[in-house]
């Protein structure tokens, strides 16, 4: 049961991160909330289904060309209803809010309210050390979750992109004045956002199908990494998704799956009356 349960929380913990790095990115350039930004990742789930399942395209060109499109759902998004918003965060906050209820009842309208599940990428279960199967879709996951995080930090801190946005992030004033444009840098910011709540969307939604309400679970939790692991902090979105993902793992094991998020916030509740900064933010001046 132990190790099981270190195993599930694992794989769950890496996409819960490469949901939540999503919102950090935003919050830490825009410092917009997103409040869709879970039906971005319900977006992508259903993208993945139609073309794989419904179309019959190859599994990997499904989820590529979803995860392409909620990028661009993303960019059309800023330009539209965030952009106007500059300068005042609580218009941008309930913006996306209503944005997330008009996707919920569109997604309800199309889709219809039945779970949606793409096919599985693989078959069968692998045996750990005689003790458990486990299922290889899963494991199949936990690498390309992995993979399109390493990816992203190699984006951000190795690249001329990443450091146009690392600079806009520290002091956007200072990056204007040097030639940086930064409502270019804002644009994709978000869509590489919503990208990232797409991939995490088309990674999980072969394991739990997806529905028009189920993105609110996904902001939630994704809300609540990026606030343990530190405001804007890349590496506490990572470690704080790790940490929910075990604790929910064996929080299901050893006590009730149905206290998943009372967990969530025990911890969170813990790591703040210690550190109000989050894991990995940094305290205030």
Known sequence: MFSLAVVNGLVMGTIYALAALGVSLVVGIMNVINFAHGEFYILAGYFSYLFADALGWPVAAAMVAAVALVFAAGVLVEYLLIRPTYGNDMYSLILTFILSIV????YL????????????????ATNFFDQFYYGNQRLVALAAGAAVIGALFVLIKTTWFGRVVRATSQDREMA??????????NLVSFGLGCALAGAAGVILSPIFPVTPTAGV????????IVVLGGMGSLWGCVVGGLV???????????????YKHLFDFVILLGVLLVRPSGLFGKPAA
């Open 244 to 258: 929910i993902g075990l604790v929910e793992s064996f929080g299901a094991t050893y006590v009730s799956t149905g």
């Open 109 to 124: 309208h199309i889709f219809g309210p039945y779970p949606k599940k793409p096919p599985n990428w693989v078959k069968g």
């Open 176 to 185: 204007e004045m040097n030639g940086v444009n930064t409502v270019g840098v």
């Open 103 to 106: 996707l919920q009842n569109a």
């Open 217 to 224: 679970a996904v902001a939630l939790t994704s809300f609540v």
